[in-house]
């Protein structure tokens, strides 16, 4: 026992993690000192990436230059949001309300149904995916905004080549979750080209993060963290073989931040590949283990979930993003799962939250 830390009952092994960085968003400070501070706008920010993009602008600008807005109440505890609004982004009008009093100049969209939601729900993903996105591009043609609308891995499908999947390629997506990613793509780079908006896009990959899950289908390779830590244990609805592209948190809030930061001539396209790494369940699993060497894993296939992975790259090339505004990931699977147990040490009494989002 005097090797291990325990967390409840559960066991873990000490020392054998490294360290959160003393500063993990100290790469974002070079970004600030040569850029304006912007204005922006973050749709759905309470959902899964919007909270941390909110912290990293902070960071770098201060508190004024985020405003922050989703269709539920602000939660209590939610000291880091300073200026929270109800938005509807199926109202035009209310879009555009709040860009002119706020005086916005860039928008971050994050609202959407993510994959395996949607498919409970194809009409409502179809208004919040696609109705939402005309209006954030209506809204940016007219008052001359900055936009990026993420995408995601799911705009691929079962015909695209899956090993190293290239950013141009044949998308033929599954899923209404795809479909409405691809008609986002498309729908903002024909706002570019026609009205001039400067669009910008990056097809995520699963992305490890401290925020509640939202109904992707990687969402077990996060809350197979909370899992351990609660019970020592997790049950995967994917095949111990399934492998999918993923990202750590701090490498995605730095892909946006780049990304909206390059000279807009220096982009050779508006919609990019970005990734970290690939891994099955039982690589995170092995990984886990070397950390808590107890850890069980045992697999309950969903059809519906595994369908999805099926359909979606293994591995993305982003060699165009690293070639034309210097994406460089820092963290790999090794990295992810060292800061993820970090983090549950500095939190030991209160479970992690964590999402991703496809």
Not at 74 to 84: F, G, I, R
Not at 91 to 108: A, L, M, P, R, Y
Request: neutral net charge; contains cysteine; hydrophobic residues 35%.
């Amino acid at each position: 026992m005097n090797n291990l830390k325990v967390f409840g009952r559960i066991q873990i092994a000490k020392r054998s993690y490294s360290p959160l960085p003393v500063d993990p968003l100290l790469r974002f400070k070079a970004i600030s000192q040569t850029q304006k501070a912007p204005r922006v706008l973050i749709t759905g920010s309470l959902g899964q990436l919007g909270r941390g993009l909110n912290s990293v602008y902070k960071y770098m600008y201060g508190s004024e230059c985020v405003v922050m807005s989703d269709i539920v109440r602000l939660p209590a505890n939610a000291t880091d949001v300073s200026d929270y609004n109800y938005l509807d982004i199926l109202n035009q009008g209310s879009i555009e309300e709040i860009v002119v009093n706020k005086n916005i100049d860039t928008i971050v969209h994050f609202s959407a149904l993510l994959s395996a939601i949607g498919e409970t729900n194809v009409p409502l993903a179809l208004q919040v995916n696609c109705r939402g996105v005309e209006n954030i591009l209506q809204v940016a043609a007219k008052h001359k905004l900055k936009v990026f609308i993420p995408s995601t891995i799911g705009a691929f499908g079962p015909t695209t080549p899956r090993e190293n999947t290239p950013d141009l390629t044949v998308q033929c997506p599954t899923t209404i979750y795809g479909v409405s990613k691809v008609y986002a793509e498309r729908l903002g780079e024909y706002f570019n080209h026609r009205f001039g908006v400067d669009f910008r896009s990056m097809r995520f990959p699963g992305i490890i993060s401290a925020t509640k899950p939202g109904g992707g289908t990687t969402d077990y390779a996060i809350q197979i963290f909370y899992d351990a830590l609660q019970k020592g244990k997790h049950t995967c609805y994917l095949r111990p073989d399934t492998r999918l592209p993923m990202m750590y948190d701090t490498d995605c809030m730095a892909s946006i931040i780049q990304l909206l930061s390059a000279e807009s001539e220096s982009l050779k396209r508006r919609t990019y590949n970005v990734t970290g790494f690939s891994f099955t369940p039982e690589e995170i699993a092995d990984a886990i283990r070397r950390v808590m060497p107890d850890f069980e894993i045992d697999y309950d296939i969903c059809p519906t979930r595994q369908a999805i992975a099926d359909s979606w790259p293994k591995s993305l090339d982003d060699s165009e993003a690293r070639k034309d505004w210097g994406w460089n990931p820092e963290y790999g699977l090794e990295e992810t799962v060292q800061v993820m147990f970090a983090l549950l040490r500095r939190e030991e009494d209160k479970p992690t939250k964590i999402v991703s989002t496809a």
